[in-house]
Nanobody
Framework: QVQLVESGGGLVQPGGSLRLSCAAS????????MGWYRQAPGKQREWVAH???????NYADSVKGRFTISRDNAKNTLYLQMNSLKPEDTAVYYC???????????????WGQGTQVTVSS
């Protein structure tokens, strides 16, 4: 059983910063692609940023230059540093990962439960 648990969300004023964390636990042999998505009220879930299986990073244009994705492989933890936050960044942020539980086995896609980020004055 694999779990992804996000934390670090909250209420912040425009221009402020937050750091989200996503800890993966359970039976983990390898973590491949890992990233962040968000879903604002009344909108579809959208991709924010991710690490590819090769270790490179990609960002949505809407967050490029403001958000930074990083990971601690030893802790199986993914981070999202969010700076210069705007009201339109308000959403539930979800962690997503492709994880293989056993060596040589295929990977499966997992989602966390989400953490609320609200940007408002």
């Amino acid at each position: 059983q694999v779990q992804l648990v996000e934390s670090g969300g909250g209420l912040v004023q425009p221009g402020g910063s937050l750091r989200l964390s996503c800890a993966a636990s359970g039976s983990i042999s390898s973590i491949n692609a890992m990233g962040w998505y968000r879903q604002a009220p009344g909108k579809q879930r959208e991709w924010v940023a991710h690490f590819t299986s090769g270790g490179s990073t990609n960002y949505a244009d809407s967050v490029k230059g403001r958000f930074t994705i990083s990971r601690d492989n030893a802790k199986n933890t993914l981070y999202l540093q969010m700076n210069s936050l705007k009201p339109e960044d308000t959403a539930v942020y979800y962690c997503n990962a492709d994880i293989s539980s056993y060596i040589g086995y295929r990977s499966y896609n997992y989602w966390g439960q989400g953490t609320q980020v609200t940007v408002s004055s």
